[in-house]
């Protein structure tokens, strides 16, 4: 089911897949409940994916978000029911960079005020004659990622200044920051303070919600923008809508609390009101460009998951460091690793990860298994005595926690 707009040109390729595909773009989050039977796999954009829509369905195995965040799905409700939950990254990273560059030239020039003026048929050139300029301001990007560096190449043919945080990167991050000519601070708090711009690209965790706190804010120069066309819950609005009534400070978003439902249009939200403030409709990843490219991987992720694996999965747990890797060799018959599990059963260990391929052309195959737990040697000695059973290796792959 894809239960948000997607771009119809690409629903036959999926059918050519073996999938059959229900499009219901209409479905808000309060009807999804109602909708999932039957249905395997959920693609949606920005409808919401609650834990009553996921207890409410019988067969979904996949979520898919078509783009980068999640944050509308949950995933604790996903992971109770063995559901994969994977997201579309690396797609949209172009749009959202140029709807960043678009929010400071809004704010600079203060574009969607001129429009409103001309549209009253005031004219008042002198009032909005007054921008800055970007040519020569220092811009501080809050996360250097796919994001963060397409805004900084955009930034850079406009003559800005590049700052971001000082974080352990990547030799080809290093080399791309060198080219751009990308500067370091130690902290957000130089950060906010030196910067003209802020610009915020990082994605929401515990770690990162509410970070641009009424301190940071306090600390931004006389006239300096925030922009944030990343996640709502980076930015303590509170503090935001006190700022921008206390200082001379601009905002430009994509993003905000209290954002309109996209089935009934209604939203409530006093910081998209104040005038000191520009805002979008969400629309960071929503060019065509953006959205053909989110489907054509779409279509490829689903090519995968007719083959058994699932791409992007983010609700997956890290692997626990299990006790004893078994390395086992065995003859590439039906019923082999169903000894193989009932013997490591017995033994009272649980197997956390499990892996077998086939040798080509030999009939032949070696199974890994990750269990939790220390084997013994009399166990070892078992599963070497199982039929078809060509060699086993066990060996620790760390303590556990």
Known sequence: MLADSFPEQFLPEMERLGFRCEYRPELGGAELAGAL????????????????????ADDLAWIIRAGAGYNTIDCQAASRRAIWVSNVPRQNAIAVAELAMGLM?????????NVTAIRRNEWRKKEFSAARGL????????????IGFEVAKRARAFGLKLLTLERPRTFEALDQMRKLGVGTVAGLEELFTVSDIISLHTPSTPETTGMVTAD??????PGAWLINTARAELVDEDALLEAVER???WVGIDVFSGEADAASGAGDSKLAGHPQVYVTHHIGASTRQAQHAIAAEVVRMLADFARGKARNVVNLGALPPAGTYLTIRHVDRVGVLSGVLTSIKSSGLNVQHMTNQVFS??????????????????????LEGLPYILGVTAYPSGPLE
């Not at 030239?105 to 969607?112: E, F, G, K, S, T």
């Not at 040519?135 to 796919?146: A, D, K, P, S, Y």
């Open 37 to 56: 039977a039957g249905v395997q796999v959920l693609l949606v954009r920005s409808t919401p994916v609650t834990a009553e829509a996921i207890e409410a």
């Open 105 to 113: 030239l809004a704010v600079d020039r203060r574009i969607p005020d």
């Open 135 to 146: 040519h020569g301001r220092t811009l501080g990007i809050v996360g250097l990622g796919q």
């Open 216 to 221: 940071l804010l306090a600390r931004m120069k």
């Open 247 to 249: 200082q001379d400070l």
């Open 361 to 382: 052309g030999a009939g032949t195959a070696v199974a890994v298994v990750q269990v939790q737990g220390e084997v013994s040697d009399a166990m070892v000695t078992e």
